[in-house]
T-cell receptor, first 118, second 110 residues
Framework: NAGVMQNPRHLVRRRGQEARLRCSPM?????VYWYRQLPEEGLKFMVY????????ESGMPKERFSAEFPKEGPSILRIQQVVRGDSAAYFCASSPSQSRVRRGETQYFGPGTRLLVL | AQRVTQPEKLLSVFKGAPVELKCNYSYSGSPELFWYVQYSRQRLQLLLR??SRESIKGFTADLNKGETSFHLKKPFAQEEDSAMYYC????????????FGGGTRLMVKP
């Protein structure tokens, strides 16, 4: 099991461009979480998705940010019209079914994507 | 709203010295608490969770509901313990997302 995969590992964008971050969960995991880590801060929850459903997006900025987890393929975090303040490390985590999470399973993290907006 | 506080951004100790990384939380319900560790150039990984009451790599953490703390301790630090340590809280019922503290960088000097 290769673990949670994220790509790209590093992404450089100019202000106003779009950033697409991809996350492939661990095999057998159907739940994906995105977190953002601003410089010198801890990880902050953004969004929680299951296949084809957004379960909780309470941590997502209201504009420019969107996330999806299609039936096939990786989860995508999309940032439109990036600004310098979007520069951060974006981490994806996955977990198995919710019932197993309730029984004490935890989330497994990917290596992160470091976004730099020039 | 739930909150996790790690008051020390940096903790520097000598090899063989005891280590305590502090974590305090605020949450009205019954939380699950975790410690995650991130070694240099590696991904975040689970170190231990309070419900397991286990010791991993010599580290232990006890949930103190009276003081709302979940401090991470190790009696004798090793150089390979140098890393970023994050305390995290998961709400008992709503959702599965984690609330993280700001992290503490542990440096163990030879």
């Amino acid at each position: 099991n290769a673990g949670v995969m994220q790509n790209p590992r590093h992404l450089v964008r100019r202000r106003g461009q779009e950033a697409r971050l991809r996350c492939s969960p661990m095999k057998g995991h159907s739940h994906v979480y995105w977190y953002r880590q601003l410089p010198e801060e801890g990880l902050k929850f953004m969004v929680y998705l299951q296949k084809e459903n957004i379960i909780d997006e309470s941590g997502m900025p209201k504009e420019r940010f969107s996330a999806e987890f299609p039936k096939e393929g990786p989860s995508i975090l999309r940032i439109q019209q990036v600004v310098r303040g979007d520069s951060a490390a974006y981490f994806c985590a996955s977990s198995p079914s919710q019932s197993r999470v309730r029984r004490g399973e935890t989330q497994y993290f990917g290596p992160g994507t470091r976004l730099l907006v020039l | 709203a739930q909150r996790v506080t790690q008051p020390e951004k940096l903790l520097s100790v000598f090899k063989g010295a005891p280590v305590e990384l502090k974590c305090n939380y605020s949450y009205s319900g019954s939380p699950e608490l975790f410690w995650y560790v991130q070694y240099s150039r590696q991904r975040l990984q689970l170190l231990l969770r309070h419900i397991s009451r286990e010791s991993i790599k010599g580290f232990t953490a006890d949930l103190n509901k009276g003081e709302t703390s979940f401090h991470l301790k190790k009696p004798f630090a090793q150089e390979e313990d140098s890393a970023m340590y994050y305390c995290a809280l998961k709400e008992s019922n709503a959702g599965n997302m984690l609330t993280f503290g700001g992290g503490t960088r542990l440096m163990v000097k030879p």
